[in-house]
Structure formats: structure tokens, C-alpha cells
């Protein structure tokens, strides 16, 4: 039996995120019958703590941590891999890997691959993209960052990067360290039809939003994914399509920004719907969207754009390595500089129905040769075998 333990998401089948995308379809298609997975489960409930679950036949422990703004997880991954290094030890687990998801703690790596190795469990880091550099975070916390990446990656048995740009860095940044890296990206499902559920019906009547109508975009609400950049090109056109923006809103103070900045309340067209949980209708919103538009700035191979090259057919990515990566040929990309989106929507908007089916096509086909959650299983596999096969 193989033994995987996966640390840094807040849990198996939690609400939709990043980390949590990434775990639960992992394992959902994981074929190999050989391997047992651990996924511990944030929970603020005090009473929840410690207790076992067994869902899918994934291992999930409940740890508690209160609420405590962005140093939760820091708090949260800490105690997971505590708890796991006991339960290592307890259990007699051998056949075991450690995969951590995120710099989050890299200063303690030391003591912990000290520990790991005692017991022979290879660690393994996904940094994900660059935290660091990330407009949100003051001075010193970048710094902060820079400094826990740097031990995450000195520290670790493997690096696994979800982009290549990222693998590029890590590789001339921590080069000295010999840490072998690998390129492993996230995944994206091929020819899905969700139903227009209720919750699409409520959020449809309540908005106004007709299919095929609008543009669409999905991702947490931060400066360094260019809301201000999108906003103001969009309201400097005269498209009669409305921009459906999905993102989280709840207590936050970019929205009051945003909207002194740019004035978007007074433009009907733009419709903040807020966060939407519902798989199926998020990918209802994304197959029935005229166009997608992607401004991540910061980070690797994001979940959200392949989930709009699998799903929408016209996709506007911000120009960055790591979108060009991704995208290719199939997509429109757009700058910072003044006008440069507005023009690239206006022509987008103008297209014929052949040249949009042309795009899909060739965006479900980028997702097919290079970004299935089969694809991504298979080189995980890959590289535990690897590590495990280097133990013996």
C-alpha cells in the first residue's frame, strides 16, 4: 500500500478553492487501488477536533483552528503535519509520502525533514505560484514569503511546479540546492452538460443575465487579478453585453475601492453576483458566457483558466508567462496599457459564430493533449513511485 499524505488545502471535498479542487479530484481519479490517502480537514468547531472520517476512502482527520484571518492556515498546516508526524510514528506507516501544498511555513522544514527521514516519508512542496509577489501583502510580509519559500524548496525531497515558468525559477533561483522539480499542472474535465439548476434560474432572474450574452469572470477578488484594469476597459466600450463578474465579495474593502476608482455602479451591464458554490451552476455560467476574461497576474497554472478553456469557447487572458503557457494560440491576451483591453474586447465582440467555434474547439483540444485530471494523476503517480522506489 502507498500511503500519500497531503497537507495545505483546508480539506477533502471542501467548498470550491484552489487546494481543494486539486485534492478531491486527485483522488476521485486516482485508478491505482494501491494507495490510501490522508487529507486533513480544517474545522473551527472545537468539538470536531481529532475526530476520523472516512470519505471515498480518503483518511480525513478534523483539526481545529479558530479563526484567525490569513494566519489560519498557517496555523492549520502546522498542526497538520504535527499531527501526521505522530501518527507516522504510531502507526508504524511506512510506504509513505508527504506532499505539502503552499510555502506557508518553510522555516520549520528543517526540523520536520529531519523527522520525515527518520521514518523514511519523502516531502515534497507544490509552492504554487509566487506568494511573494503578490500586490495584496505589505513589504514585509512579501519578505516574509520569499524567506519560506526559499526553505520549502532547500528542504524538500522533490518540487513539484504547475507551471513550467514556475519550475523555470525555481530551477535558476534554488538551483544550488539540487532539489529535483517537475512540471505537474492542475486539471480540467472534458464534455460536461450541467442543467440550468435552480440556482442558476434565481441568479438569472435575479440579474437579469440571458445565455450567451455576457462576459464572465470568476476568481478571487484581489488586486493583482486586474479587476480595476477589466472594469475600466469594459465601461470605456459600447458593448451592449453585460460583464457577470463571480467573485467573493463578503467584507471587502476592494470592492469599496473599485467602486470609487472606476464609478462601476453606474453602468448596468456590470453585475457583481458575488461567490458561487454550486459546481454545476458555476459551470453552467461558464458554458453560457460569450466570452471568459482571465486577469490572474500572479501565480502558475491556474484552476480557473483551464476550467474556461474546457468550458468557453472565446477566452481574454492577462498577458503573463504563465497564461501564455496555458492559452497558446486559442486565446486573446491583453496589457495593462491604457485602451489595449478595450480594443481587444471590441473585436472579440464583433466575432463570427465560425470563429468562435474555431476557438472552442482548439481551446478543448489544449486541455485534452495537456491539462486532464488523468494526465495529472498519472504524473503524481509518477513521482511517488519515484521517491518511494528511492527509499529502498
Same mark, same amino acid.
Given at each position: ?12 471535498? @471542501? ?5 481543494? /479542487? @486539486? ?19 480544517? =474545522? ?8 476520523? %472520517? ?14 484567525? !484571518?490569513?494566519? /489560519?492556515?498557517? /496555523? ?32 520549520? @522544514? ?40 526559499? $526553505? ?30 517537475? $512540471?505537474? &499542472?492542475?486539471? &480540467? ?31 478571487? $477578488? ?6 480595476? =484594469? ?34 462601476? +455602479? ?14 454545476? *451552476? ?6 453560457? &458566457? ?7 497576474? &500572479? ?12 468550458? =468557453? ?11 501564455? +503557457?496555458? !492559452? ?25 459564430? %465560425? ?7 482548439? *481551446? ?9 485530471? =488523468? ?10 513511485? %519515484? ?6
Amino acid at each position: 500500500m502507498k500511503n500519500i499524505i497531503i497537507i495545505g488545502s483546508r480539506g477533502y471535498k @471542501f467548498n470550491y478553492g484552489g487546494w481543494e /479542487t @486539486f485534492v478531491t479530484n486527485l483522488v476521485l481519479n486516482t485508478k491505482d487501488k494501491d494507495v490510501q490517502y490522508y487529507i486533513p480537514n480544517l =474545522t473551527h468547531e472545537k468539538s470536531e477536533d481529532r475526530k476520523i %472520517k472516512k470519505i471515498d476512502g480518503v483518511i480525513s482527520p478534523s483539526l481545529y483552528v479558530p479563526k484567525q !484571518g490569513f494566519v /489560519t492556515m498557517f /496555523t492549520f498546516t502546522i498542526k497538520a503535519i504535527r499531527y501526521f508526524l505522530k501518527y507516522i510514528r504510531e502507526k508504524n506507516l511506512e510506504n509513505t509520502v508527504m506532499i505539502v501544498l503552499g510555502c506557508k511555513v518553510g522555516p520549520l @522544514f528543517p526540523f520536520w525533514k529531519r523527522k520525515l527521514k527518520k521514518y523514511h516519508v519523502p516531502l515534497v512542496i507544490n509552492p504554487d505560484g509566487l506568494e511573494w509577489k503578490r500586490d495584496k501583502w505589505s513589504w514585509w510580509i512579501k519578505k516574509c514569503f520569499k524567506i519560506s519559500e526559499r $526553505f520549502s524548496v532547500k528542504y524538500s525531497d522533490y518540487v513539484v511546479c504547475d507551471s513550467k515558468a514556475i519550475q523555470d525559477y525555481i530551477d535558476v533561483e534554488y538551483g544550488k540546492y539540487h532539489v529535483p522539480s517537475g $512540471f505537474i &499542472a492542475y486539471g &480540467a474535465y472534458e464534455n460536461q452538460k450541467p442543467k440550468k439548476n435552480e440556482t442558476v434560474k434565481k441568479l438569472w432572474k435575479e440579474y437579469d443575465i440571458k445565455d450567451n450574452d455576457y462576459y464572465l469572470i470568476v476568481g478571487r $477578488f484581489v488586486p493583482e487579478n486586474n479587476y480595476e =484594469t477589466m472594469i475600466n476597459e469594459f465601461m470605456k466600450t459600447d458593448i451592449k453585453k453585460d460583464l457577470v463578474i463571480i467573485c467573493n465579495l463578503e467584507k471587502n474593502k476592494f470592492y469599496e475601492y473599485l467602486q470609487e476608482e472606476t464609478g462601476f +455602479e453606474k453602468d448596468k451591464r456590470i453585475k457583481f453576483i458575488g461567490s458561487v458554490y454550486d459546481p454545476e *451552476a458555476l459551470l453552467y455560467f461558464r458554458q453560457h &458566457a460569450y466570452a471568459y476574461l482571465h486577469g490572474h497576474s &500572479a501565480g502558475g497554472t491556474n484552476p480557473s483558466l483551464l476550467e474556461a478553456l474546457a468550458n =468557453t469557447s472565446v477566452n481574454i487572458l492577462f498577458d503573463v508567462s504563465y497564461n501564455r +503557457e496555458v !492559452g497558446e494560440d486559442c486565446c486573446f491576451y491583453f496589457s495593462k496599457e491604457n485602451g489595449q483591453l478595450k480594443k481587444v474586447l471590441e473585436d472579440v465582440d464583433v466575432l463570427g459564430q %465560425k470563429e468562435v467555434q474555431e476557438l472552442g474547439k482548439k *481551446a478543448k483540444v489544449r486541455i485534452h493533449e495537456a491539462y486532464t485530471w =488523468t494526465i495529472v494523476v498519472d504524473k503524481y503517480m509518477e513521482v511517488v513511485n %519515484k521517491l518511494l522506489n528511492s527509499q529502498k
